[in-house]
Nanobody, 127 residues
Framework: VQLQASGGGLVQAGGSLKLSCAASGSIFSINTMGWFRQAPGKERDFVAAIRWSGGSGGSTYYADSVKGRFTVSRDVPKNTVYLQMNSLKPEDTADYYC??????????????????WGQGTLVTVSS
């Protein structure tokens, strides 16, 4: 599975950005796509994920720090997952990575739960 992330940029606090992650290849081998972020000098942290068992929709999961501000969604025909980020804060500044795989519930919020990664896209939120 290959993942191509896009949509990062510079935004003022309170603004919005929408990240995209397009998947290609052996899509049938995955059932979850997630977003992680990593700020300089920090660990890679879970942001959000969407898990599906059929052809549409899916269950969504969020880190407490982004709940109510970020929304993860999926476009099945395009094999693309989005992360809509609203009410951005300076502490949201980081490289954002999309990931894909078949993590079990206990590893869905951990980087090692995913076997495929896209390149990072930088989000900078100015105060």
């Amino acid at each position: 599975v290959q993942l191509q992330a896009s949509g990062g940029g510079l935004v003022q606090a309170g603004g919005s950005l929408k990240l995209s992650c397009a998947a290609s290849g052996s899509i049938f081998s995955i059932n979850t796509m997630g977003w992680f972020r990593q700020a300089p000098g920090k660990e890679r942290d879970f942001v959000a994920a969407i898990r599906w068992s059929g052809g549409s929709g899916g269950s969504t999961y969020y880190a407490d720090s982004v709940k109510g501000r970020f929304t993860v969604s999926r476009d099945v025909p395009k094999n693309t997952v989005y992360l809509q980020m609203n009410s951005l804060k300076p502490e949201d500044t980081a490289d954002y990575y999309c990931a894909a795989g078949r993590p079990i519930s206990s590893t869905m919020r951990l980087p090692y739960g995913y076997g495929y990664w896209g390149q990072g896209t930088l989000v900078t939120v100015s105060s």
